[in-house]
């Protein structure tokens, strides 16, 4: 089974320069996890919902990479059945005319 959660949006505090240090900006998150599925044994999307808004929100991070890296690991510790895991982190409103993002795409043997 495959789980997406595509253009989750909401404010939180994330960058390097000091004014996006004082107040929250926009960010975009897609997620895609491949994990095996048995009965009564699965993923529940809003659980990981909450789990990325609480982890950006409370760790305020500086680096989309270390966002991506700490998300990755809160994930893969909470749901240690998921055996490939795509996170994509966009900033849509830092620089004019475009979206800024980083993503990658981990895979686990299970």
Known sequence: MQIHIEALTFDTIIG???FERERPQKVIIDLS???EYHQNDFIDY???VALIK???RTK???LLEDALLGLKELLIQ???QIKML???IAKPDI???CVVAISETWKYQT
Do not use: Q
């Open 95 to 97: 620089l004019p005319g």
């Open 54 to 56: 609480d982890e950006l």
């Open 60 to 62: 305020r991070y500086e």
């Open 16 to 18: 390097l320069l000091d």
């Open 78 to 80: 909470t749901f240690p």
């Open 46 to 48: 809003a659980d990981i």
């Open 86 to 88: 795509t996170l994509k």
């Open 33 to 35: 996890a491949e994990y």
